[in-house]
T-cell receptor, first 115, second 109 residues
């Protein structure tokens, strides 16, 4: 049973470009969460999605950031017009449908570097 | 604001010694989890303790939870060089995990 998959693992973008980060949850998981980790800090919640629905995006910056989890395919975190401050590790996690208090399984992360 | 706060920020011990780190949090929780992160890598889930549990063991790990003090501790016994990593506590409330800034543990051979 494959774990949470994220790609790319490393992404380099120049200021002003767009970054697309992908996350495939574990098989059978329909809850997806995105977290951001700035250097030397812990992870911060960004957004919680279920299939075709954004449940909570309270941790997302108001501009340039968006997330989706379509009926088919991976969840996408999209950052438009990236700036240097967006450089961070972005982690995706998934959990089973049954109970949201269950363990969240984390992917290996995408490390975004903005030059 | 950050929910979990780890203490100490950094810890250096000799191989074979025990390592203890603490976590404090501010609001009610569903459960508390500890994760390990090796430098520049992903998160490894270590142990989950539910709000109605007081102590839990897993191999060389022992976790305690005191909901009245809103605190938890992680004990790693008989440490090994491979235990060198950052350790994070994370509290779950509803569906959100809130992480502290972590404790960096260095185990010297």
């Amino acid at each position: 049973n494959a774990g949470v998959m994220q790609n790319p693992r490393h992404l380099v973008r120049r200021r002003g470009q767009e970054a697309r980060l992908r996350c495939s949850p574990m098989k059978g998981h329909s809850h997806v969460y995105w977290y951001r980790q700035l250097p030397e800090e812990g992870l911060k919640f960004m957004v919680y999605l279920q299939k075709e629905n954004i449940i909570d995006e309270s941790g997302m910056p108001k501009e340039r950031f968006s997330a989706e989890f379509p009926k088919e395919g991976p969840s996408i975190l999209r950052i438009q017009q990236v700036v240097r401050g967006d450089s961070a590790a972005y982690f995706c996690a998934s959990s089973p449908m049954a109970r949201v208090e269950d363990e969240q399984y984390f992917g290996p992360g995408t490390r975004l570097t903005v030059t | 604001s950050q929910q979990g706060e780890e203490d100490p920020q950094a810890l250096s011990i000799q191989e074979g010694e025990n390592a203890t780190m603490n976590c404090s949090y501010k609001t009610s929780i569903n459960n508390l989890q500890w994760y390990r992160q090796n430098s520049g890598r992903g998160l490894v889930h270590l142990i989950l303790i539910r709000s109605n549990e007081r102590e839990k063991h897993s191999g060389r790990l022992r976790v305690t939870l005191d909901t009245s003090k809103k605190s938890s501790s992680l004990l790693i016994t008989a440490s090994r060089a491979a235990d060198t990593a950052s350790y994070f506590c994370a509290t779950l409330r509803d569906y959100k995990l809130s992480f502290g800034a972590g404790t960096t543990v260095t185990v010297r051979a």
